[in-house]
């Protein structure tokens, strides 16, 4: 995926549920795979379409 968007991609596979949700309040996270939206989850976090 690096390659092809031209970007560094840092995958994280075992980061706590509780560190994830915070994550993108702290600038630490852009993107979060497989994750369904919820009201209070559409507050912190912007949901593309599929």
């Not at 994280?12 to 915070?22: I, M, Y």
């Not at 994550?23 to 497989?34: Q, V």
């Amino acid at each position: 995926m690096s390659t092809t968007l031209g970007v560094r991609v840092d995958v994280r596979s075992k980061l706590a549920w509780a560190d994830a949700k915070q994550a993108p309040e702290g600038g630490r996270l852009e993107a979060l795979a497989a994750i369904a939206p919820t009201d209070s989850r559409r507050q912190q976090i912007h949901f593309a379409d599929p």
